[in-house]
T-cell receptor, first 114, second 113 residues
Framework: AQSVTQPDIHITVSEGASLELRCNYSYGATPYLFWYVQSPGQGLQLLLKYFSGDTLVQGIKGFEAEFKRSQSSFNLRKPSVHWSDAAEYFCAVGDQTGANNLFFGTGTRLTVIP | NAGVTQTPKFRILKIGQSMTLQCTQDMNHNYMYWYRQDPGMGLKLIYYSVGAGITDKGEVPNGYNVSRSTTEDFPLRLELAAPSQTSVYFC????????????FGPGTRLTVT
C-alpha cells in the first residue's frame, strides 16, 4: 500500500539559510509525488509535482524537489528561506488506480527565525 | 474563478446535533474529495467522488455521509456529531486531465462539545 513518511515534525531555520525537508514514500510503481504548503488558517497550495522525466523539479516560491528512486525520496529544498516561508509542508503520493486520490504525510512545520 | 469554496468557516456543534458542510467548485472538475485534518496529523480522506452520482468511502468514513447530485457540489453530512469529529475539514477537487493535482478549499473548523 502507498504511504508517505515525513520524519521531521518541526524544523527551525534562520532567515536566509538553506532548507531541506525530507519525504520518503512507499509505492509499487513509478509514483506521482507532490509537495503542498499550508499557511496558518489556510487551505493547501500546491508547490510542485513530479510525474516523470527530469528528476529535479522546480516549483513556485523558489522551491525545488529531487526525486530519487533508489532512496524512495522526494526531498524539498530552498536555497534561501524567507520569513514568509513559515508554514506547514506536506508531501503526498498520488494513487494511480483511477480516483486521483492523494496520500499525505503527517507534515513538517517550518519556523523561520530572524 | 472562485476555485473551491466551503461554508461555513467555523461551527460549534453540540453532541448529537447534525449539520452539512458545503463545498462547491467552479472548475468543472470531475473528482471531489473530503478530508479531515487533526492537530499534528496529515490529511485523512473521508469520502470522494469521481463524478456526479458516484461516491466512495475513503480512509475514515464512519460518522459521515456524502452525496454528489451535480458536478459542482459535494456536501458532507454529519448526522450525530461526536467529540471525535472535532477537526478541520477540507474539500478538494481535481481534473481527470491533471492527474492527482488537487485544489483545496479554505477549510471548515468544526468543534463538537
Amino acid at each position: 500500500a502507498q504511504s508517505v513518511t515525513q520524519p521531521d515534525i518541526h524544523i527551525t531555520v534562520s532567515e536566509g539559510a538553506s532548507l531541506e525537508l525530507r519525504c520518503n514514500y512507499s509505492y509499487g510503481a513509478t509514483p506521482y509525488l507532490f509537495w503542498y504548503v499550508q499557511s496558518p488558517g489556510q487551505g493547501l497550495q500546491l508547490l510542485l509535482k513530479y510525474f516523470s522525466g527530469d528528476t529535479l523539479v522546480q516549483g513556485i516560491k523558489g522551491f525545488e524537489a529531487e526525486f530519487k528512486r533508489s532512496q524512495s525520496s522526494f526531498n524539498l529544498r530552498k536555497p534561501s528561506v524567507h520569513w514568509s516561508d513559515a508554514a506547514e509542508y506536506f508531501c503526498a503520493v498520488g494513487d494511480q488506480t483511477g480516483a486521483n486520490n492523494l496520500f499525505f504525510g503527517t507534515g513538517t512545520r517550518l519556523t523561520v527565525i530572524p | 474563478n472562485a476555485g473551491v469554496t466551503q461554508t461555513p468557516k467555523f461551527r460549534i456543534l453540540k453532541i448529537g446535533q447534525s449539520m452539512t458542510l458545503q463545498c462547491t467548485q467552479d472548475m468543472n472538475h470531475n473528482y471531489m474529495y473530503w478530508y479531515r485534518q487533526d492537530p499534528g496529523m496529515g490529511l485523512k480522506l473521508i469520502y470522494y467522488s469521481v463524478g456526479a452520482g458516484i461516491t466512495d468511502k475513503g480512509e475514515v468514513p464512519n460518522g459521515y455521509n456524502v452525496s454528489r447530485s451535480t458536478t459542482e457540489d459535494f456536501p458532507l453530512r454529519l448526522e450525530l456529531a461526536a467529540p471525535s469529529q472535532t477537526s478541520v475539514y477540507f474539500c478538494a477537487s481535481s481534473s481527470r486531465q491533471f492527474l492527482n493535482e488537487q485544489y483545496f478549499g479554505p477549510g471548515t473548523r468544526l468543534t463538537v462539545t
